[in-house]
């Protein structure tokens, strides 16, 4: 089964960039679709960002359309998560999750492999 690690959070200042990655090791990545979540603190996780095993298709969330990308690199096992133009209200754990390739859903609850999180904290 795939394990995942995100890597890349911090602090940055509102109107920065960051980028996140998430690591796979235990499975072939290009056999799963990627999904980015996140949760801020007393909030329901929701959803980011998504991409198609093979990186043709991907669908954002309305809050973060036009600011961030996803990407990824089978080959090195990696999924990216482009952040600009950061805004205080991104600040969250973020999360990166896989399923077997499918149907793309935003849907966390249908992810079955998640990472442990990375943090991301914007200031204002």
């Known amino acids: 089964q795939v394990q995942l690690l995100e890597s890349g959070g911090g602090l940055v200042q509102a109107g920065g960039s960051l980028r996140v990655s998430c690591a796979a090791s235990?499975?072939?990545?290009?056999?799963?679709?990627m999904g980015w979540f996140r949760q801020a603190p007393g909030k329901e996780r929701e959803f980011v960002a998504v991409?198609?095993?093979?990186?043709?298709?991907?669908y954002y969330a309305d809050s973060v359309k036009g600011r961030f990308t996803i990407s990824r690199d089978n080959a090195k096992n990696t999924v990216y998560l482009q952040m600009n133009s950061l805004k205080p209200e991104d600040t969250a754990v973020y999360y990166c999750?896989?399923?077997?390739?499918?149907?793309?859903?935003?849907?966390?609850?249908?992810?079955?492999?998640w990472g442990q999180g990375t943090q991301v904290t914007v200031s204002s």
């Open positions: 999750a896989a399923r077997v390739w499918g149907s793309l859903t935003y849907n966390g609850n249908e992810y079955p492999y």
């Open positions: 235990g499975g072939t990545l290009s056999r799963y679709d």
């Open positions: 991409t198609r095993w093979s990186g043709s298709t991907t």
